[in-house]
T-cell receptor, first 111, second 117 residues
């Protein structure tokens, strides 16, 4: 069965500090992984997808298939990074668009 | 494209009343999803449709909840009767889906913040 676990419900860091949002997953096949972000009272939006190997707003992802983890990292946090972050998983080859979400991590970056 | 459009943005109602949430997906998207977001449980998938057909409604909490998608451009989520524990933000999302697309991400609406007193 598929499962996405975000062990930290809340995470606080100071501006300029490195930040890592953890995500662990379980899936019988080879999944596609995503990070979504929700700024205060806004809609969820796609931040990063593993397949693209891109970096958005200096965020990067670290996929470790051995540990089945897909952590989100940023070397220097900014106040505007404060938001709710969701890790999500899709079955490779899925054509319906269904994503399995973790429970989310609320990141607060203090000035 | 205006994106996924949800209405109303806010809904305050009394316990026992019927509540109807509406969603207009992005034109051309074949899959539509209804999610509920709470502090305690995070983001829960309630139901999703593909080509207007319900595929999985196992996340619908109770018979008080029902969802319809009469055509490709409109869906409703109804709660009857509503209860205070239904208070949450309800998101609608759509996805292009389809064969060969595979990893298309979801596009979310702004959500409806429901408060049941």
């Amino acid at each position: 069965a598929q499962r996405v676990t975000q062990p930290e419900k809340l995470l606080s860091v100071f501006k300029g500090a490195p930040v890592e949002l953890k995500c662990n997953y379980s899936y019988s096949g080879s999944p596609e992984l995503f990070w979504y972000v929700q700024y205060s009272r806004q809609r969820l939006q796609l931040l990063l997808r593993h397949i693209s190997r891109e970096s958005i707003k200096v965020f990067t992802t670290d996929l470790n298939k051995g540990e089945t983890s897909f952590h989100l990292k940023k070397p220097f946090a900014q106040e505007e990074d404060s938001a709710m972050y969701y890790c999500a998983l899709s079955g490779r080859g899925s054509t319906l668009g269904r994503l399995y979400f973790g429970r989310g991590t609320q990141l607060t970056v203090w000035p | 494209d205006a994106g996924v459009i949800q209405s109303p943005r806010h809904e305050v109602t009394e316990m026992g009343q019927e509540v109807t949430l509406r969603c207009k997906p992005i034109s051309g998207h074949n899959s539509l999803f209804w999610y509920r977001q709470t502090m305690m449980r995070g983001l829960e998938l309630l139901i999703y449709f593909n080509n207007n057909v319900p595929i999985d409604d196992s996340g619908m909490p109770e018979d008080r909840f029902s969802a319809k998608m009469p055509n490709a451009s409109f869906s409703t989520l109804k709660i009857q009767p509503s209860e205070p524990r239904d208070s949450a933000v309800y998101f609608c999302a759509s996805s292009p889906g389809g064969r060969g697309i595979g990893y298309s991400p979801l596009h979310f609406g702004n959500g409806t913040r429901l408060t049941v007193t």
